[in-house]
């Protein structure tokens, strides 16, 4: 195949998976798919906060186990079976009449989330891969898509709540179906580049004092590199505060006097910021190169997570909204960041895989998020919950600073 066909199938390719990171992105709006399920089984937030790292958790192992499933039975079945074990998911959530809360955790967290994980990890390697000139931006586009979920999808489910005629129920069967057809129809459709695919060349923005020779690494050399393992509690810090404001940023906008309205669109703003972030990462990734934009996307979640603890002290709605706001924006920089950074540093061979575990640290990030749940419980307020991620942020930087080389 020619080049400029080349070109322009990449695209098609990257359409496909920006659409179907739309679908997948649904389990982010956990703030708003949530509040049903309090009113009708009475579950506490504790409860439900575990619901989300146990779905973080999923996702995760489902990201791993989808590496190794696209070398078994190739990219387009992994997609499908994938695809529509998290529309089941999501369906038999729907159908859940109420007693343990164990089975909204088998059904949402480890069907729909673990479904999600593996699709999220097969589309991203297998787009990523007809780009080998745009990483940064590729992974931006992807991941903005799964972002802006929340605001799509999650605003429509919130609008479907309260109809009598629709309710939560259905809801959340609707929501499945869609789901799993359109993972379904995005496994029929993609593709990785073959022979015949003639791509540009990668393109590599050395940082300053980044001078290193470009080689593929085994997932046990990855591991075996001390810049690995910096990365990988970078980003737990610094996906922290994006994950742990994401499972109650409706609660915490309502507390700073927010009406319910309000609130619910607020999680769709931080929705938009957190795809905003991703693309511009992504961007700048491209543009800047790794050390310029990792240490941009840290500080800007310090002065996310600081903004956003200013707000809870003075009870500012206006502060809670640009705190919001900065915080899915540095949310949304941290995925790219994950994916850029596995690239560049640790080569293309053997990315599925590497790229699934850097994705790990979303599963400890998210035991923090229970944390500052827990936090929030026993304190009764957002201070201690946001300092802690305000510390977790700053922390950060001093690891950030010192990663130089694979």
Known sequence: MSQINALKKRNIMLIIGVASMLFAGIIYAWSILKAPLTEEFSWDGSALALNFTLTMCAFCLGGFGGSFLSRK?????????????A???FVLTGLLSGGSVILLYLTYALMAGGGIGVVYNVVISAVSAWFPD?????????????????????NLASVLFDLPSVGWRATYIIIGIALGAALAITGLLLERPGEGDI?????????KGEDFEIRDYSPIEML?????WRAFILLICLTAVGSSVISFARDLALSV??????ATTLVGVLSVCNGL???????????LGRRKTMLAANILTIVAAGATLLAVYLSSLPLCIIGLCLTGMSYGASPTVSSAFTSAFYGAKHFPTNFSIMNFNLMAASFVATACSSLLSATGGYTAPFILLLGLSSA???????????
């Open 277 to 287: 972030g991703r693309i511009i990462t992504g961007k700048t990734f491209d543009l």
């Open 87 to 89: 529309g089941l998911g």
């Open 396 to 406: 950060a930087l001093v690891l950030n600073i010192s990663i130089k080389k694979p």
């Open 257 to 262: 006097g927010a009406d319910a309205g309000l």
């Open 224 to 228: 075996r590199r001390f810049s690995f």
């Open 199 to 207: 791509l540009p060349e990668a393109k590599i923005v050395a940082s």
């Open 134 to 154: 745009k990483k940064g931006f590729c992974s931006g586009c992807l991941m903005m898509g799964f972002g802006a979920s929340s605001l799509l999808l999650g």
């Open 73 to 85: 039975i190739g990219v387009r079945a992994s997609v499908i079976i994938a695809g529509i074990a």
